[in-house]
């Protein structure tokens, strides 16, 4: 009988979708508007909450740069992105994107937008690859 009931649970368990491009262009000392969406069956409540990460091109390692979380935004103080980065979503339009100013070559990389919307945080984050090009 538990089983069958944790079988009957496990299926409502529900999970945000996030969308983003796969590959985006940008060129070199422009402003790149990094769009992230998503959906949820749960309202958007006040612990709803992003996170951006970037792997840079060739590195093994993900890079935490900016959380986004009850009306603030918390953008990483280290290098890469020191003061270039800035929310460019709604939380309520299910929009969770960021820009990033003045994008440079050592920006190519991938870019991973993880949503999470409580109860409602099985999620597979949205990852773009960014590259970034000469003018």
């Not at 749960?42 to 709803?48: L, P, R, T």
Request: charged share 20%; proline share 6%; glycine share 6%.
């Amino acid at each position: 009988l538990l089983s069958s009931l944790y079988l009957s649970h496990a299926v409502l368990v529900s999970a945000v979708e996030v969308n983003t491009p796969e590959e985006m262009f940008v060129e070199n000392g422009t402003d790149a508007k990094l769009p992230c969406t998503f959906t949820s069956v749960e309202v958007i409540s006040s612990a709803a909450s992003v996170s951006w990460s970037f792997q840079p091109e060739g590195a093994a390692t993900r890079i935490s740069f900016f959380y986004y979380s009850n009306g603030k935004s918390y953008p990483g103080k280290d290098i890469p992105f020191k003061d270039r980065i800035t929310w460019a979503g709604d939380l309520n339009k299910k929009d969770a994107s960021i820009t990033i100013s003045n994008m440079q070559f050592r920006d190519n990389g991938t870019y991973i937008c993880d949503v999470k919307n409580p109860p409602d945080i099985v999620v597979k984050p949205g990852e773009i690859r960014v590259r970034v090009v000469e003018k």
